[in-house]
């Protein structure tokens, strides 16, 4: 190569590095906040928006809270402090976030809630999350045609059942405690299904936090105050890590493959695949955090580029300030018939993972 050649080439690799530099440097920046790493689908959900959204040439930062709410509102004011361009937050108690999100929305941040709807603030653009009524019907239903409970019924037959429903200041759950008693209520009603604690109403059943512990013992509780003579047929639970809790408080009760009763769930996480393979988990509610990722990441598009996002429902998540817009992708019901269809056939775990 000639010396003007060698120059030109250097001169246009420059130009070439420096433009990408400007275009690092001009990227917009998404703080996102998940509430836990303890559960393994909000590890999935974070690692999916974070791949999805640098894909799309954002910058990332990406906290989780471990579900100590005063942490994730010093972790939302820190984003606004920096400066950040959109936030998609995953709230652990919204009510504690309110303050901040105004401070966010002065500051002309907009949020997208992920999830969880961001309740009482106006400062929410966007909604992404599963129909949230629809995974308490898609359970319950489970619950009556594995049971078949209209059977059940003309032959004056009953089951035994044990609800554990989600954390109180999680909006989700009151949603999902709805679609459940929906299917359900009118079998409590007519005594096909019998709930020996008598704890049916969500104010009864619902576990803060979602926490697995509270979730054991509460089960071993109602197992030892209610079921010395009779067998539980149904733990009706809103969440994997409850799953893992009946289960625990089950093998400790001397429950055994002969009169285990039919447990629900909901994440469809790697151990409870494995439990629904061994038996120990009847069913759980696989929620393709892939796909929900992606539909916020269309929402920090329209927020940050002036696209249009996707919208499937303008009315049901009132937040108690506005409506949100929302995009509600369905969940399905897994269990041993078709987790390999569903999980592994569609990419969401390898075989390997479940060994
Ligand atoms: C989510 C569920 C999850 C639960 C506990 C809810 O808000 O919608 O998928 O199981 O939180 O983490």
Redesign the pocket.
């Known amino acids: 190569m000639n010396k003007k050649l060698v120059s030109a080439a250097v001169a246009a690799t420059m130009v070439l590095s420096l433009g990408a530099m400007a275009s690092a440097d001009d990227a917009k920046t998404v703080g996102i906040l998940m509430?836990t790493q303890s559960?393994e689908?909000?590890i999935n959900d974070g690692a999916n928006m974070k791949a999805q959204l640098e894909e799309k040439g954002y910058n990332v930062e990406l906290q989780y809270a471990e579900d100590d709410t005063a942490q994730q509102v010093s972790q939302l004011e820190n984003y606004i402090g920096k400066q950040v361009d959109c936030l998609v937050i995953a709230a652990i108690d919204s009510g504690v976030l309110v303050n901040a999100e105004a401070q966010a929305k002065e500051a002309g941040i907009p949020i997208i809630a992920y999830?969880?709807l961001l309740m009482d603030t106006d400062a929410v653009s966007y909604y992404a999350t599963?129909d949230?009524k629809g995974v308490g019907t898609v359970i319950a239903n489970y619950i009556k045609e594995h049971k078949d409970l209209d059977a059940a019924r003309e032959a004056g037959e009953s089951y035994t059942i044990e609800f554990f429903m989600?954390s109180p200041d999680?909006n989700?759950a009151l949603f999902l405690y709805n679609g459940i008693m929906e299917v359900l209520q009118e079998y409590l009603d007519d005594g096909t299904l019998v709930c020996k604690s008598g704890r049916t109403s969500f104010e009864d059943t619902c576990i803060l936090r979602?926490s697995q512990e509270t979730a054991q013992a509460n089960c071993e509780n109602i197992l030892t105050a209610n079921y010395a003579d009779e067998d539980l047929d149904i733990a009706c639970t809103a969440?994997?890590?409850f799953a893992y809790g009946v289960k625990a408080a089950l093998l400790g009760a001397g429950y055994s493959a002969d009169n285990w009763p039919l447990v629900t769930g909901?994440?469809a996480e790697v151990m409870a695949t494995k439990n629904i393979i061994d038996g120990t988990q009847t069913m759980s509610i696989y929620?393709d955090t892939r796909l929900l990722a992606s539909k916020a990441v269309t929402m920090v598009d329209a927020v940050l580029q002036g696209t249009e996002p996707e919208i499937n429902d303008t009315e049901q998540y009132d937040n108690g300030a506005i409506v949100v817009p929302t995009y509600m992708c369905t969940p399905v019901a897994v269990d041993q018939s078709n987790y390999q269809e569903v999980l592994i056939d569609g990419g969401y775990y390898t075989e390997d993972q479940l060994k």
């Open positions: 509430p559960s689908r909000w999830d969880r599963f949230n989600g999680d989700n979602w969440f994997d890590g909901q994440d929620k």
